[in-house]
């Protein structure tokens, strides 16, 4: 009996394990893109996601997901070059002072010696009523079955807000960052994230500014320094490798509250005086919470922002030949009431791909666009994916490209919840 009981139970095992998951939907659009949907192995609950290509061909996705009643957890996995998710989600951090903010979202990256680096933000006291928090990085070099002791990526020590990170490998097994940093304001000089607008500095508090440091896998911090002295406060920065260095971009604030795009690029060690993008003049005593975002390979590099200069809401392109030396006319992607912006952008060597987010009277939803790679002509034009959340809470959407296909990933809010979602495109051949 036992026997029987035995092959029984294994048979209805390998019956169950030779049962398929339900394949991927597939569709065409009529510019023949294929769209493949990507399971995400993140759980209900999961938002703020990050997905950036490793050295090695890997995508690395991160996301935070509440842990228990108090806490939340950061975790990630990646997805192979044969198309598989290496393993269940690995957790980062956990922690009841973590920051979760739609629009600050963590980092993760890989270097080239295979040491995975990760931030987050973690609160910290703040002076008054003022926002103050730090930004704390930890690396694994065992493929996340281990973390580094976190340290904080700035040294001034105050209780300030810090945040708006980007990365980029400054070297084989050293990591590159750059943030925006409060330490020259006076502590709650706008309204945060959550407000989304910039509210009067206090008299003598200065600027927001916008620094860049490295860091090693002994977790020195090295390079420190001041990169722009008054940047908007709360807008997202991006930087990309370019031939001739990495290029920083970022939504800079003058004294007459023009808040524009601007580059930078570091070359033998030292940033480059800072330079527009291009002059949309948008001038808003506010934070529009809206960063740029940056593409590049060899000596070609892409920015794609939102703008509402003269109150005309735009998602606009603009391409460099030179390494970000020079940027030409803008592309205008979208334009109207209903571009939210909250972009992305990436590049291959057949075409450059743009994401953003679309909202009016029928819902928001999920938009990506393909350029010929010098944006002389527009390739298509796809809606990937109708939204049932609204306003802030579907965050920004992530964007990586990997031979030649792209690779989508998005927040919703279902029932409430946020959930993330995914989708593969691949254009016609």
Known sequence: MKNTLFVLTAACALLAGCQQAPQPET???????????????????????????????????SWIKPF???????????????GQWQWAPKTIAVGASMVVNWADTP??????????????????????????????????????????DPVRAHDDGKPVEHGFVSFWPAARDRLGMAWLDGRNTAGGAHAGHDG??????????????????????????????????SVCDCCGTDVAVTAHGPLLVYRDRTAGEIR??????????AWQAPKTVHADDWTIAACPVNG?????????????????????????????????????????????????????????????????????????????????????????????AKLQGRGRGTGFPKLAVRDGEAFVVWTDIIGGAPQLHGMRVRPPR
């Open 292 to 384: 740029p975002a940056v593409a590049a390979a060899g000596n070609d590099a892409v920015v794609a922002w939102y703008s509402a200069a003269n109150d005309v809401p735009k998602l606009q392109l603009a391409r460099s030949a030179d390494a970000g030396d020079s940027f030409g006319a803008p592309v205008v992607v979208d334009q109207g009431d209903a571009v939210q912006g909250r972009t992305d952008v990436a590049l291959d060597a057949k075409q450059v791909w743009v994401t953003w987010l679309h909202e009016d009277a029928k819902g928001q939803s999920v938009w990506l666009a393909r350029y010929a790679p010098d944006l002389s002509r527009e390739l298509s034009r796809t809606e990937i």
């Open 107 to 148: 980092h993760i990256a890989a270097t080239a010696d295979g040491t995975i680096w990760a931030h987050w933000l973690q609160k910290t006291r703040g002076q008054g009523d003022g926002v103050a928090y730090a930004i704390i990085v930890s690396h694994s070099t065992d493929d996340g079955m281990t973390w580094s």
């Open 27 to 61: 569709t065409t659009d009529a510019a023949g893109n294929t769209l493949t949907q990507w399971p995400l192995p993140a759980a209900a609950g999961s938002a703020q996601p990050d997905l950036s290509l490793a050295p090695d061909g890997r995508l690395l996705l």
């Open 260 to 269: 524009d795009i601007y580059a930078t690029r570091l070359e033998d060690g």
């Open 196 to 229: 989304g607008a910039a509210d009067a500095a206090p008299e003598g508090a200065g600027m927001t500014s916008l620094r860049a440091a490295t860091i090693d896998t002994a977790s020195r911090i090295a390079d420190a320094v001041e990169v722009d002295p």
């Open 68 to 82: 228990d009643k108090t806490r939340h957890a950061l975790q990630y996995t990646t997805f192979d070059r044969q």
